[in-house]
């Protein structure tokens, strides 16, 4: 498989324990659509939660060294993160250094729903105490005679 920026051969190499392919001359990383995932899943593993993955789609500069089609570029989650993928889900293509945005923005979002669900559990328990009744009538009670 050759990049698709520059025409060379793609190096194999391990990043975070995953075969990834990647280019010795522009350090682009083409990534199988399933690694990815595996990729993001350092920093995160449940999917659910990672929340939409494609934004403002357009038509790439670049082709896909799997199938020859023209990629389509999107940004990464609602980031200022241009990545390129395959339309027929061969994979995506990263150029040097994306990789680290990727986990940097996993890294963030994980901590934010650390918050978020810190504040579930609360809620949660909250719930509990009150039983069935809700909120209001307990509060009503509270002030009754
Ligand atoms: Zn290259
Ligand atoms: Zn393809």
Known sequence: MNCPRCDVALDEKKLKGIEIDHC?????LWLDFHELDQLEDHSMDDDDSKGMIEYS???SDIS???CQEVME????RAHDLPIDHCKNQCGYWLDEGE?????????????DLKRSSSAQDSWAKF???GGTRSFLTKV???FKG
Not at 73 to 76: A, D, P, R, W
């Open 99 to 111: 990789e680290k945005k990727v986990l940097d923005i996993m890294k963030q979002r994980v901590q």
């Open 127 to 129: 719930m509990e105490r």
């Open 57 to 59: 789609r357009r038509e």
């Open 24 to 28: 010795p001359q522009c350090k682009g």
């Open 73 to 76: 570029t999107f940004n990464y």
């Open 140 to 142: 009503k009670d509270l």
């Open 64 to 66: 896909c060294p799997h």
